[in-house]
């Protein structure tokens, strides 16, 4: 249930107002932790799920908050990166330890940052190595805040029920010590 709730609040982080600061490079949401997050707490044929969730929003963003026509084309590529993510998190994240999870924010971060800039780089760029270069480079400032994003969003998920656990124990041993004297 938690990995569900996870999901949906990634998908809702990507309808708050962060969309009016794209020009200046703000990018910060929780959608590659939450993803990771629910692939590595659901079973792998939910990764769908996933990808429908982060589908609807897109179409809401780009119909809705944006304004333009949809076109489904411009957003496969990016829909089967956060499936393709979802099952990477399956199996990295089984175990969860700090650099476990700080790959998987680096595989969320550049897997993210390659595929979703391959629709602009055939869109809008000569398709020559100059205009992949010159796309890749234009999109450097979403990545280091997709990256801080997904590593904050990362370390709250991921570190959050290990630091419960952790006051738990430390609690648990205080009380217990306090009934032995």
Known sequence: MTAFLVLFAAA????????????VGINFTAVGAGLLFFGSRSPRWQALLAVVTMALTDVYLTTKVYG????????????AWYGLLCLLA???LQKVSFLRVAAGVLTSSIGFYVFADIMPF???????????????????????????????????????????????EAMDSQSLGNRLA
């Not at 020559?128 to 990362?154: E, H, I, Q, R």
């Open 68 to 79: 333009m026509a949809f076109h489904v084309e411009g957003y496969l590529i990016t829909w």
């Open 12 to 23: 809702l982080s990507r309808l708050l107002p962060h969309h009016y600061f794209h020009a």
């Open 122 to 168: 055939l869109r809008m760029y000569p398709h020559t190595l100059g205009g992949l270069k010159a796309c890749y480079v234009a999109a450097l400032p979403f990545l280091w805040n997709d990256m801080a994003s997904t590593a904050f969003f990362a370390a709250v998920l991921f570190g959050a029920p290990v630091l419960a656990a952790k006051l738990t």
């Open 90 to 92: 399956s199996g990295l």
